[in-house]
């Protein structure tokens, strides 16, 4: 396809001025952005570009598009923004104080047993405080310390200092010795959070401007993917990036698709703080080519001239359904995806009718509980789809090859370590940040009452002996799925057909097998050698493999971001689950009809709607509904 006249202009715009587009759903932003990198790239003879986008698989999604750009690999640098300043972390984190080798917590339970642990060393005996009969007075101190951690994340990405903290926080005097102790804690404990990645980052090209100069020097160029959904640190981050040198700054984002603000975001860096900071050339992209004209007349109704219609674009249709209850709603949908399997063909949809042109979409996953039982009562295969971040393995072999690599590049860190203790059946040490703990976990280990503790014990010797500048991964997989696979034969040669041990070895061999398609993307992509690369990278979401797709998607709005499907499902429509009960202000409700905005927007042809008019609460409690305030509107 060639690009659009508007499209051209764009692309073709002076490479030393800075630019904002404001493009809607569908009009070909991530093509201009490409484009406009390759457009630099002939244009230039040396000049290196940075091209930031909001997920991983955006950024692989660009490197695709360009593989056949031969400058791409040794100039373009396209990665996520946590990606960059991570980078930046590892390389400079000293010139701030950082010690080396940071181990980053990307998990909720872990930061908040940092947290806890804070508190203690504070002499908060937070222990007692959380022991409490009353399961409603628990859940409520629970919330409590929920709302620090909340806070802790809302002083990094609006970069509070203590001045701002008491504006911020005028109720809660004690909050910036608080927070200034659970950094502490952290960085005791050999670690940092995921917000610190970007604070810093941002810190150490603010505080050492020859650091900055070296990223200046080689990258005259900067890219920025869904700038709507930038939050403070972020623009920050990108601001002190570019100084006063960089000038040919690209902002691509749509206002209208701004569906973060729960962690900063805000339409204001992309439309009013990047206009007086680099003064850039503005375009607009409108035009859908993506969508059927019914799906553009139905965003145009929760967004109105948001979006327009392309000359050769197919009418589409839009249907929506009302149902009694959610099982009804549930086997409408599954009856109505059988229909379609059924039609095969149809001149809206190019090729064959399948399961993965279809996506069924919900504001939250909770909505898939019926659908998800009748999907499988049809034997209809789906997935969920689930955000990048790595998730917790479930086997006992998983989490120890995952505590001991933490432990491994970490000795400090007594998080992780008491979790192994408590897996491996031995008492946590009195200290941390011996090098030979695994070590001496595994000689433990062997002469305690846990099963096939040879396992496990020659898995922490193996994990304690990783070279942790160039780590022998294939060998690690190698010889512990021989181990697995020899104690499945074993048990099944000796007649003892133990269903739950068998099933235990399978996830176990399939953990390995994804923590092994993990050290080869990393490989592949070039990202590094050492364990410690490694562990951030996954950390980052860097590695993590998306399920294939070879039945029916589920989705939540926010996990279907920047993808399409022909058909679309929007299901569980109603007031208070979409909009979300949550959204009690006016900004908030703005930010629900973008999230019902980018709903619509996924589906390429047709679009389905339906709600049920009664809810089972979990208490068991039937509840009637009211239709979403965006049916009403789509409706009008």
């Known amino acids: 396809m060639r690009l659009s006249k508007a499209q051209e202009d764009i692309v073709r715009s002076p490479i030393d001025k800075a630019i904002q587009v404001l493009a809607s759903a569908g009009s070909g932003k991530t093509r201009v952005l490409t484009e406009r990198v390759r457009y630099i790239l002939s244009s230039t003879k040396k000049n290196g570009i940075i091209a930031l986008t909001f997920t991983n698989k955006a950024a692989e999604e660009m490197q695709t598009r360009l593989e056949d750009s ?26 701030i104080g950082l010690p080396s ?18 508190l203690r060393e504070d002499g908060v005996d937070i222990d007692e405080y959380l022991n409490i009969k009353n399961q409603r007075e628990q859940k409520n101190r629970e919330r409590n310390l929920q709302n620090y951690m909340d806070g802790f994340s809302l002083i990094k990405r609006e970069l509070l200092t203590s001045d701002g903290i008491e504006e911020k926080f005028p109720d809660n ?24 990645i970007l604070v810093y980052a941002h810190k150490i090209l603010l505080t050492h401007d020859w650091i900055a100069k070296i990223y200046r020097a080689q990258y005259k160029h900067v890219c920025v993917d869904e700038a709507q959904d930038l939050n403070k640190a972020q623009y920050e981050f990108i601001r002190v990036l570019c100084g006063d040198a960089i000038k040919s700054v690209l902002m691509v984002g749509d206002p209208n698709q701004m569906i973060y603000g729960f962690n900063g975001s805000s339409t204001q860096y992309l439309c009013n703080d990047f206009l007086s900071d680099f003064s850039p050339i503005q375009f607009s992209l409108k035009e859908n080519y993506r969508s059927t004209k019914a799906v553009i007349r139905t965003a145009n109704k929760l967004k109105p001239h948001s979006q327009k219609e392309h000359e050769y674009a197919l009418e589409g249709f839009i249907k929506i359904e009302s149902f009694d209850n959610e099982q009804s709603e549930a086997n409408w949908i599954v009856s109505t995806i059988n229909d379609l399997l059924k039609l095969k063909n149809h001149d809206d949809i190019e090729n064959e009718i399948s399961l993965v042109k279809m996506v069924v ?14 999907l499988e009562s049809a034997g209809i295969p789906y997935t969920i789809r689930k955000g990048e971040r790595q998730a917790e393995p479930n086997s006992f072999f998983g989490k120890i090859l995952d505590y001991g690599i933490r432990l491994r590049l970490n000795p400090k860190d007594w998080v992780d370590g008491k979790k192994l203790c408590s897996l491996l059946k031995i008492d946590a040490p009195l200290s941390w940040g011996n090098d030979d703990l695994l070590t001496v976990w595994a000689e433990k280990v062997k002469g305690g009452a846990l099963p096939n ?8 010797k193996h994990i304690d002996q990783l070279e942790l500048s160039n780590p022998n991964m294939p060998k690690l997989v190698r010889d512990f799925k021989k181990k697995l696979n020899d104690l499945a034969s074993g048990s099944l040669a000796d007649g003892v057909n133990n269903d739950e041990f068998l099933e235990e070895i399978k996830l176990s061999l399939d953990e390995l097998n994804e923590f092994s398609t993990c050290w080869t993307k990393f490989k592949r992509k070039g990202l590094g050698e050492s364990l410690s690369t490694f562990r951030n990278a996954m950390a980052l979401g860097q590695l993590t493999e998306q399920s294939v797709e070879n039945g029916l998607t589920l989705s939540t709005v926010h996990t279907m971001k920047g993808l399409e499907k022909d058909i679309v499902f929007l299901m569980g429509m109603c007031e208070g689950v979409f909009p979300d009960y949550r959204a009690n202000s006016k900004k908030k409700i703005s930010e629900e009809r973008n999230n019902a905005f980018v709903a619509v927007t996924r589906a390429k042809r047709w679009l389905y709607i339906s709600y049920p008019k ?23």
Not at 101 to 118: G, N, P, T
Not at 453 to 460: E, Q
Not at 619 to 631: E, P, T
């Open 614 to 636: 009664q809810r089972m609460m979990p208490w068991g409690d039937l509840r009637f509904q009211q239709k979403s305030r965006f049916i009403e509107e789509i409706e009008k």
């Open 173 to 196: 005097e004690g909050l910036w010795k608080i927070y200034e102790d659970y950094q502490q804690a952290l960085i005791n404990s050999g670690g940092i959070d995921y917000d610190d």
């Open 453 to 460: 503790a040879f396992l496990f014990s020659d898995l922490l």
């Open 70 to 95: 031969d400058e791409v690999e040794d100039r373009a640098w396209i990665a996520t923004i946590h990606s960059v300043a991570q980078r930046i972390l590892e390389k400079y984190g000293h010139t």
């Open 361 to 374: 979409i919900a504001r939250t996953r909770f909505v898939f509980s019926s659908l998800e039982k009748e």
């Open 101 to 118: 080798e940071l181990h980053i917590y990307d998990r909720d339970q872990d930061r908040m047993e940092v947290f806890l642990q804070s």
